[in-house]
Every structure is written in C-alpha cells, then in structure tokens.
C-alpha cells in the first residue's frame, strides 16, 4: 500500500519565501511554506485576504521567482531555469485557468481549445482532445464562438484549452469568480471529473468554501505560512477553519467572501 512519501508530488515549494518592497514597506507574502500538491489529485489553497494564497500559487506555477527557497515542477525545480527554459515548461508541462476566461473571440471553441498546441508548433492528440471535449460537454458547441457561449461555457472551453497539452498540473485562479452560483458549480464539477476521469492535477486558489469542498485536500494559509491541511472537505468544514482566521485577523467573513467580497 503506497504511503504519502510514495507519491509523487506534481508540484511542491521548500521552504518559500516572498518578499516585497524593502524596509519600512517590505511585505513578506510568503514566510517559509513548504507544501507539496500530490499528483492525481485536486487541491484547493484557502486563506485569508492577504494570506498570501495567490502569491503560493504564482510562485508554484513559475509566473512569479521566490525572494528564496525553491519551487519544483516534478523533479524539475524552476529557480534553477532561465526565462526561456521556463517558459517553455510553463508551456508544455503546466496548464492555467483564470477568473477572466482569457480566450480568443475570433477563433472558434475548438480553435481556442487547442490554440496553445498550435502556437508551439504541436500536432493536438486527437483522440486525447475528443475525450476532453466528452468530458467538459462541449460537443455540440465547437464551431461557435466565444461570443455566443454563455459565461459558464467559455470558461469550461478555458478549462478544456489548459488541459489540451496533458500538464503535469493546472492551477486554477478563482475560477468560478466570474460566473453565477450554477455555472460555477459545473466548472468545479468539471475539475474534479477531469482529475478523476482523466488522472489530471488541479491546484486552485479559491475565497469560497462550497467551491474548496469540490477538492480532495484544502491547504490553508494565514500570514503567509502554512497552518493546517484538510482531507475529505466540506463546506462547513472549511467554513469553520476560516471562521477562525476572521476571529483573528478582522478579514471579512468567510461568509461574505462566498457571496463574492474580498478574497
């Protein structure tokens, strides 16, 4: 039986530090977090306004350098790259999913799925695409535009682009910050069917408890560190763990923070 050392991690920090501004304005986003997010599995990063979520997820992904530590794409570990080795793994091995869905109107819902393929030069597996495009249920809606999706179906087309080249991990930015209370709950569904139909990897920050139940393991960061892990969540489970960071810290609800207040 495989033991938590046995699996391998698709993406992880050690030790990651973030700092911003110097002297009397210097911020320390991150303050030592060492976090791996196991492969196959849907991770969600919870915390406070400021806690630093946001920060722990760009420095995990490559858009953003560590002030120190390291941050690991699978064994490969991401400060040790120059900007063209970096950007070529952000591109082949890592896929993003972001509030605004980010995609092209002229082009057509399968041209926007596997628009990063054909920007690399890559032939799209087709076989590997089709099945994608079952799973996201996307089908009858390929040769549209993203103008006439609705606002759930553009970023499930966004969902299905970042997972086209088969990355070792997607993160995921307040995806369903965007959308109603309906389409958001289908795009989450859609991460968790894509992780366990598909053994994908998702990492996805999110303000919300209903969407971090969605997850198989919630992180939670306050302060810029890493205090406490939580399997199998709920969402009053996670709602009660952020209760308690708002008792401390003054932040808004997390209450507040569901119906779409500051993250």
Known sequence: M?????????????????????????VRAL???????TAGRFTAIMGPSGSGK???????????????????????????LDDKRLTLLRRDRV???????????????AENITLPIDLAGGRPDREWIDALVDVVGLGDRLHHRPAELSGGQQQRVAVARAFAGRPD?????????????????????????TVRQMARTVVMVT????????????????????????????????????????GRTGTPSAAARAQGGPS
């Open 2 to 26: 495989s033991t938590m050392t046995d699996i391998a991690a698709a993406a992880r920090v050690v030790d990651a530090v973030k700092v911003y501004g110097a002297g009397d304005t210097e």
């Open 31 to 37: 303050d030592g977090v060492s976090v791996d997010f």
């Open 54 to 80: 946001s920060t722990l997820m760009h420095c995990a992904a490559g858009l953003d350098t560590l002030s120190s530590g390291s941050a690991f794409i699978g064994d490969t570990e991401l400060g040790a």
């Open 95 to 109: 896929g993003f999913v972001f509030q605004a869905y980010n995609l092209l109107p002229t082009l057509t819902v």
């Open 169 to 193: 991990v997607v993160f995921a930015d307040e995806p369903t910050g965007n959308l109603d209370s309906r389409a958001g709950e289908e795009v989450l569904g859609l991460l968790g069917r």
């Open 207 to 246: 303000h919300d408890p209903v969407a971090a139940a969605h997850a198989d393991e919630v992180v939670f960061l306050a302060d810029g560190r890493l205090v406490d892990r939580m399997a199998a969540p709920t969402a009053d489970k996670v709602l009660d763990r952020m209760k308690a960071f708002d």
